[in-house]
Structure formats: C-alpha cells, structure tokens
T-cell receptor, first 113, second 116 residues
Framework: DQQVKQNSPSLSVQEGRISILNCDYT??????FLWYKKYPAEGPTFLISISSIKDKNEDGRFTVFLNKSAKHLSLHIVPSQPGDSAVYFCAASASGSARQLTFGSGTQLTVLP | DGGITQSPKYLFRKEGQNVTLSCEQN?????MYWYRQDPGQGLRLIYY???????QKGDIAEGYSVSREKKESFPLTVTSAQKNPTAFYLCASRVSGQVAMNTEAFFGQGTRLTVV
C-alpha cells in the first residue's frame, strides 16, 4: 500500500522551460512534505519542504505547492537547467510517528539543452 | 564539517554470509534511519532509532539487524536470512523530538551491496 505516489517515472523538459513534478499521498496524517534530489550512486539531497499549514513555499527556482483537499503536491522548477537532471523523490512525514519519512518511487527528470 | 558517512561505498557478499554496513554522523542528531533503494522504487524504511539503545523495525526489517550503542553510530547488518540483499542502502539522520517537527533528514552517500 503506497502512501506516497509519484505516478510519472520520467519527465523530459527543454532547458529554460518549467518542470512540474507531481506527488499524491493517501495518509491524511501527513503534515510535512519534502522534495529530495538524487544523482545515481549518491545519497538524496534535500531540496525544499512545506508544512501542511501552508499551500506554497518558494526557494529560488524551486516552488512547492500543496493542495491538502486533493492530497496532492507539486514541485515547479523555473527555469529548468541541464544540471537539474536527476531523480526527484517526494517524501512525507506525520507528527507523532517518530518522524520517519515515507518516500514516493521517484521521477527521473531530464532537462534537454 | 558536519555530515553523515557511510562505508564502504561498494560491498560484495557471498550468499550465506552476514555483512555489516557502517553509518556514522557528527551532526548531533538523535534519530537515525536505514533505507533501501531498489531500481524503479522509492526508499523503503528498514530500521530507525530515535535514541541511543533503542530502535524500531521499519517496513522491511526481515533479514536485517541494527544496534545503536552510540549516538553517532547506527550500523546495519544484512544477515543470510535476507532473501534479496542486493540493493543500494542509505543511512539518514534527523533532529528528533519537538524540534524535529519541520526538519529534513540528511543522507549519507550510500552503500551498494551486491551478492555474488
């Protein structure tokens, strides 16, 4: 039973355009959401997060949107750069659950020059 | 430089052998986690520990064991009971307690385990 789902295994975008990565969750107890970026054979690195009390968080080229009623979040990257090519994981955690992160299956983003 | 270190980066194991993966952090984090990544899948939680001398099973704990004798260290043993041990293993740490309500986990660089 996947509690965090990333339904698109891959996404290709032209350099300079917007990349939109999507994530859905089923557990209504999740109240903190994160995006991680991962290169092959390396550990994930934290990108951006959002608390359930917000619906948007922005950091430079990266913006995360949260729609609690739809249990959906998305990561927007504008403008996309070739160095953004990586696997992006969505993760979620719930208060009182030892705060372990539940991860989606990831989306491979390829930014074409 | 604070960080989380996993060793070795690559590890080969013969079938039937136990092997231990090392994870050390100097971030002064109370909570530590072990995840496994398989191709096309997300990170699945094996074990986690919120405090020294205490740890809990995650979603896929069968065939694995851990210890947490020191705050800085959280080694993972892959036993011969683990049927499909070939995978990429990731260790993470995080601030715990109320402070951890909105904090990220930091990951090591991973260990690629291959059974030969």
């Amino acid at each position: 039973d996947q509690q965090v789902k990333q339904n698109s295994p891959s996404l290709s975008v032209q350099e300079g355009r917007i990349s939109i990565l999507n994530c859905d969750y089923t557990n209504s107890m999740f109240d903190y959401f994160l995006w991680y970026k991962k290169y092959p054979a390396e550990g994930p690195t934290f990108l951006i997060s959002i608390s359930s009390i917000k619906d948007k968080n922005e950091d430079g080229r990266f913006t995360v949107f949260l729609n609690k009623s739809a249990k959906h979040l998305s990561l927007h990257i504008v403008p996309s750069q070739p160095g953004d090519s990586a696997v992006y994981f969505c993760a979620a955690s719930a208060s009182g659950s030892a705060r372990q992160l539940t991860f989606g299956s990831g989306t491979q983003l390829t930014v074409l020059p | 430089d604070g960080g989380i270190t996993q060793s070795p980066k690559y590890l080969f194991r013969k079938e039937g052998q136990n092997v231990t993966l090392s994870c050390e952090q100097n971030l002064n984090h109370d909570a530590m986690y072990w995840y496994r990544q398989d191709p096309g899948q997300g990170l699945r939680l094996i074990y986690y520990s919120q405090i020294v001398n205490d740890f809990q099973k995650g979603d896929i704990a069968e065939g694995y064991s851990v210890s947490r004798e020191k705050k800085e260290s959280f080694p993972l043993t892959v036993t011969s009971a683990q049927k499909n041990p070939t995978a990429f293993y990731l260790c993470a740490s995080r601030v715990s307690g109320q402070v951890a309500m909105n904090t990220e986990a930091f990951f090591g660089q991973g260990t690629r385990l291959t059974v030969v």
